[in-house]
């Protein structure tokens, strides 16, 4: 769409003329890889080859499905949302909307009033408008249009039906609404006022790690043999040390063991054990359940908490010395 949206009229315009060039991946590569490239290239699928020949295509939202079906789909959509989106307001031309798009390489504006959310323009609306005043009876006459296009104002193309959600909510209730709804973006607002906004890209990134590089050596043994699994272990680790890092003394390295079990065919119990070594000394916690992102979560809570605790023990220690 946005390779569509680059031509200014598609009268008598040629496909060679929007031709693009996409990476293209081997038909035994995983979903993990897909995401990483469609992440990198803001794309939505890829060709599969086999011997240099197209033998299918990879879509995004296949992505999306693996991440709702996975532990990845309890993570608050604040966590991996885009804050502060880029928006428009409701008296603009669609040529701005336009204009924003292709310098900024995204498909969503957010519309908004007085700062209140009140719709949203995407690429394909715009794209679609074109091709609606393409297929006018002026065009088919080879009358030339007094109006054109792109200086329709939003208001007039925008959707003012917009999908929804809240910061706490879990990205697996964001995925199934996108992909029931058939949509590529959910906003996330509180009231009327945009927090943030979620598209099918921010689950791609999500998957390929792309914002959770981190210093600290860091290994995990024991990880789920399911890869969407092993994901959602490794980003809530990661996390989890990127945050001690913050009221710890120096991180020099982490490690975390995972150990399974199953009682039945459907289910497997985990259990963690976290070891984190400082400069001044070594933290091992251990908790167990049926889901890893949430036992990370629980370990963090018990790290801060020790740490608090120990904290107001040496300031109670401070005040004693000092009024004696």
């Not at 991440?67 to 928006?87: C, E, F, H, Q, Y």
């Not at 109006?147 to 964001?174: K, W």
């Not at 809530?236 to 399974?260: D, G, Q, T, V, Y």
């Not at 167990?288 to 020790?306: C, F, H, N, Q, S």
């Amino acid at each position: 769409m946005r390779d569509i949206l680059r031509a200014k009229s598609l009268a008598g315009i040629k496909v060679e003329s929007l031709l693009n060039f996409v990476p293209k991946i081997l038909a035994d590569a995983n979903l993990l890889q897909a995401a990483k490239i469609m992440s990198e290239y803001r794309l939505r699928s890829l060709p599969i080859v086999k011997k240099n020949e197209v033998i299918g295509k990879i879509d995004i939202k296949a992505i999306v499905i693996n991440v709702k079906d996975s532990a990845l789909g309890n993570i608050r959509a604040s966590k991996i949302m885009t804050s502060t989106p880029t928006t428009i307001s409701v008296g603009e031309k669609s040529s701005k909307a336009r204009e924003i798009m292709l310098r900024r390489k995204f498909d969503h504006l957010p519309v908004v009033r007085d700062k209140r959310l009140v719709g949203i323009i995407t690429s394909t609306q715009i794209v679609f408008n074109l091709m609606a005043d393409l297929g006018s009876e002026k065009y088919t006459m080879g009358v030339p249009s007094t109006i054109n296009p792109f200086d329709y104002p939003v208001e007039a193309v925008m959707s003012t039906h917009t999908l929804r959600c809240y910061p706490q909510s879990s990205i697996g209730e964001v995925a199934k609404s996108m992909l029931e709804q058939d949509l590529s973006y959910c906003l996330v607002t509180i009231d009327d006022e945009i927090q943030g906004i979620i598209t099918y890209r921010d689950f791609a990134s999500l998957i390929s790690a792309e914002r959770d590089r981190i210093e600290v050596p860091i290994y995990i043994i024991g990880l789920p043999e399911d890869p969407f699994e092993a994901e959602a272990a490794k980003i809530k680790f990661i996390r989890l040390i990127k945050s001690l890092n913050r009221f710890l003394p120096p991180i020099m390295e982490a490690k975390s063991i995972i150990k399974s079990s199953s009682l039945d065919k459907q289910r497997r119990r985990y259990e963690v054990t976290v070891n984190i070594r400082t400069s001044k000394r070594s933290y091992n916690y251990s908790s167990e359940g049926w889901d890893l992102p949430i036992i990370y979560d629980e370990i963090l809570k018990a790290v801060k908490k020790m740490t608090a605790q120990r904290r107001e023990i040496k300031r109670k220690k401070r005040d004693v010395f000092s009024s004696e």
